[in-house]
């Protein structure tokens, strides 16, 4: 369970970052408000796994699904680069997560 409520942490850690964009620096009253619930919201659910997960793996996995997410969702939304190098990189990082998770009980 603690996996997928890591997930989830996940999720909301793309939300706010892509959040951020959104309140263009702070001066938008609604994104800026979603944005912090995220925050609130990821970081709760990132302690909560942390019950039963190791600290530097549920961290780098929290980090790795926000940092692809927030990739992925930036070249859908910005028009950013999609090029191959930047998409190898990517995927070394969504390597690194699974096989964090595959060699964590």
Do not use: H, N
């Not at 938008?28 to 990132?46: G, K, Q, Y």
């Not at 859908?76 to 191959?84: K, P, W």
Request: a neutral charge; aromatic letters at 8%.
């Amino acid at each position: 369970m603690s996996w997928v409520i890591l997930f989830f942490a996940g999720l909301f850690e793309i939300g706010w970052a892509v959040g951020l964009k959104q309140t263009e620096g702070f001066t938008r009253p609604i994104p800026t408000a979603l944005t912090v619930a995220s925050m609130v919201i990821s970081l709760a659910l990132l302690g909560m796994a942390l019950k039963s997960l190791p600290l530097g793996t549920a961290y780098a996995v929290w980090t790795g699904i926000g940092t692809v997410g927030t990739v992925v969702l930036g070249i859908l939304l910005y028009g950013e680069s999609a090029d191959i190098l930047r998409l190898g990189c990517i995927a070394l990082i969504v390597a690194g997560i699974l096989g964090l998770k595959l060699i964590t009980p």
